[in-house]
């Protein structure tokens, strides 16, 4: 498969995914987004003072979102460890990434780094200790949880809930909730009522995440609301309809089309408000 760079706003590139239909990265800067709704959200400059973080990156994709985490933390703390682990269900495309020359802009360490993952897979060394686990994503979280695996921080980057429903579902949500170390934090650029729904079911605290190029914040969430921006009133009534109906996969195994399909049937079913009223309302108030 032949993964074309696309420039984006802040002059970096990304790849368009013919599977998804969907760029793997906001077209208003692929680095920014990186930088902004992952790596500044979640703290981690501030965290590197620990001496010790644990990530967790879902959908590693062109592997953006480490690379801008691998950096920050090491400018912050160049002694700070770093415990890693990124799903991914194709090696091919940070391959693409790093031999088209997308990451040339990260230091050699980071750059380093990425070129091993995306060769090897793993790496132990005095500063780093990572795993990139390629496949189905809802397998790996599995074992993760089994482990256990808990993060300081969490990136959850999939393609749009519409698009790759398996990744949002309620069952996902809750096992990536379960590595989420008590005064962690989850970071996605979405702000679809039905995955921040999954979110509170899974027990989390609800944030706003800006990010840049979209209507929408996206959101964060942990377990404590401390330093969390409240979602605003529109939001918040968003959770009330059928658009925060969530997305189920039972047993982590169903098609998108099936989770689709479920979804819509309990939408159709629910006594919730209509999202199309909910929408109106708000349309004739702004």
């Not at 780093?128 to 993060?151: E, N, W």
């Not at 939001?235 to 979804?263: G, M, N, S």
Request: proline fraction near 6%.
């Amino acid at each position: 498969m032949e993964f074309v760079p696309e420039l984006t706003a802040d002059g970096s590139y990304t790849f368009y995914s013919n599977a998804f239909g969907e760029h793997f990265h906001n077209r208003e800067g692929a680095y920014r987004e990186a930088q902004q709704t992952y790596v500044e959200a979640t703290q981690l400059a501030q965290k590197a003072c620990q001496g010790r973080l644990c990530l967790l990156d879902i959908c590693y994709g062109l592997g953006y979102n480490t690379a801008a985490a691998l950096e920050t933390i090491w400018q912050a703390n160049p002694h700070c460890q770093v415990v890693w682990v990124g799903l991914e269900l194709d090696a091919a495309i940070p391959q693409a990434a790093i031999a088209q020359g997308l990451i040339n802009r990260w230091s050699q360490p980071v750059q380093a780094s990425l070129k091993a993952l995306a060769q090897q897979q793993q790496i132990n060394s005095d500063r780093l200790q990572a795993q990139l686990l390629l496949g189905d994503a809802r397998q790996q979280i599995y074992l993760l949880t089994q482990k256990p695996f808990q993060a300081d921080a969490i990136f959850l980057d999939p393609f749009s809930p519409p698009s790759c429903p398996q990744l949002w579902s309620l069952e996902f949500l809750q096992q990536v909730a379960y590595c989420l170390k008590p005064d962690g934090r989850l970071a996605t650029y979405s702000a679809a009522a039905a995955v921040r729904i999954a979110l509170l079911a899974a027990g989390l605290k609800l944030g706003e995440n800006p990010v840049a190029g979209r209507r929408w914040p996206g959101t964060l969430a942990s377990f404590h609301a401390i330093d969390l921006v409240p979602l605003c009133q529109q939001a918040q009534e968003h959770l009330q309809t059928r658009a925060a109906v969530p997305y189920r996969d039972p047993h982590l195994t169903d098609t998108a089309t099936v989770i689709q399909q479920r979804r819509r049937h309990e939408q159709a079913q629910s006594p919730l408000e209509p999202t199309t009223r909910w929408r109106k309302r708000w349309r004739s108030l702004l």
